[in-house]
């Protein structure tokens, strides 16, 4: 699964390595359709489409603490020259219809910061599911090895 980390998470990361400011509680890991591709230059999540929510999708997505059972791998690669972290494994479950709701599906999984207003959340990075996806009612879509690489 193809990732970008944004501008502004580069920013945030600094900002909270250097300056212990701005760093979020938590994270979230919310949908959203192929609408718009996301870019290293997006800012803020009302610049992607979430999915819609319903069917076993809350809007704003999933919560993750800022611990080492949210983000359960934390590595450092000397032979690549790389660190990088790993969220656990991300699923939602499709009740009373279709997961999204509506739609062509989910196609961007996007790390944003815990803001209050969804839209004004600011995204850390982006993850590619390379194709539309969408579960029929009973059935998981489940999101594994979602990886940040800062090399």
């Not at 959203?32 to 803020?44: E, G, R, S």
């Amino acid at each position: 699964m193809a990732s970008l980390v944004t501008n502004r998470g580069k920013y945030l990361i600094l900002q909270g390595i250097f300056r212990n400011a701005g760093l979020p509680t938590s994270f979230y890991m919310a949908l959203a359709d192929q609408t718009t591709t996301p870019t290293v230059d997006h800012n803020a999540f009302s610049e992607h489409t979430e999915v819609p929510a319903g069917n076993g999708y809350t809007s704003g997505g999933i919560a993750l603490a800022r611990n080492a059972t949210d983000w359960d791998v934390l590595t450092e690669d000397d032979t690549n020259d790389r660190a990088l972290v790993q969220a656990k494994d991300l699923v939602w479950t499709a009740s009373g219809g279709n997961l999204p709701a509506s739609g062509t599906g989910a196609r961007w999984l996007d790390c944003l910061d815990d803001n209050v207003t969804i839209g004004s959340r600011q995204i850390f990075g982006s993850f590619d599911l390379a194709s539309n996806r969408t579960v029929s009612d009973g059935q998981t879509l489940t999101i594994q090895n979602a990886e940040f690489r800062l090399t």
